[in-house]
Structures are given as structure tokens and as C-alpha cells.
């Protein structure tokens, strides 16, 4: 998903606002590192608890199946019994 977030003035500085959606989801608290990186800049949480795979999986699903993903109900197919049909 991509947002666009404006730029604005902190002090001498410039800064932008991080939606509280965001900040929940990455689990954001204090601080954030920043990484340059040629396509851009990238910032991770710093401290607390570490993102896991299973975690993004379960969030990634839950909001796909939120948002009516045709495939979010793809596990049930394994027991519809059509594995035993002669082919």
C-alpha cells in the first residue's frame, strides 16, 4: 500500500507524519532507524519486539480476507474431497 504523506516544517528541519495505523502495524514506539538506500529511504523499529515471519503471514491474511480476497478461503479446498477423484 502506498500513501502519500506531506512534508512538513520541525524547526530548521523537515518531517513527516507518520499515520498511527502505520505505527501500530510496524510497531513503532519512540524511535525508528533510518536507512538510505539507493531507491530510497527505509525505516525499521527500533527495539521491542521483532516482526516474525508467521506474524506478517497472519496480519497479511487477515487483511486481504478483510478486504474480500477471492483467495483468502484457499486452505479449505484441501478437504473438499476432490483429491480422490480417478483421473
Same mark, same amino acid.
Given at each position: 500500500?502506498?500513501?502519500?504523506?506531506?512534508?512538513?516544517?520541525?524547526?530548521?528541519?523537515?518531517?513527516?507524519?507518520? =499515520?498511527?495505523?502505520?505505527?501500530? *502495524?510496524?510497531?513503532? !514506539?519512540?524511535?525508528? #532507524?533510518? &536507512?538510505?538506500? =539507493?531507491?530510497?529511504?527505509?525505516? *525499521?523499529?527500533?527495539? !521491542?519486539?521483532?516482526? #516474525?515471519? &508467521?506474524?506478517?503471514?497472519?496480519?497479511?491474511?487477515?487483511?486481504?480476507?478483510?478486504?474480500g480476497d477471492?483467495?483468502?478461503?484457499?486452505?479449505?479446498?484441501?478437504?473438499?474431497?476432490?483429491?480422490?477423484?480417478?483421473?
Amino acid at each position: 500500500m502506498t500513501r502519500l504523506l506531506k512534508v512538513v516544517r520541525i524547526g530548521n528541519s523537515r518531517g513527516v507524519r507518520l =499515520p498511527a495505523a502505520l505505527l501500530a *502495524k510496524y510497531r513503532i !514506539g519512540d524511535k525508528v #532507524s533510518a &536507512e538510505a538506500r =539507493p531507491e530510497g529511504i527505509v525505516l *525499521k523499529p527500533v527495539g !521491542g519486539e521483532q516482526l #516474525s515471519w &508467521e506474524g506478517t503471514f497472519k496480519d497479511m491474511a487477515a487483511e486481504a480476507a478483510s478486504s474480500g480476497d477471492e483467495f483468502a478461503d484457499l486452505d479449505s479446498t484441501s478437504t473438499d474431497g476432490l483429491d480422490h477423484l480417478d483421473r
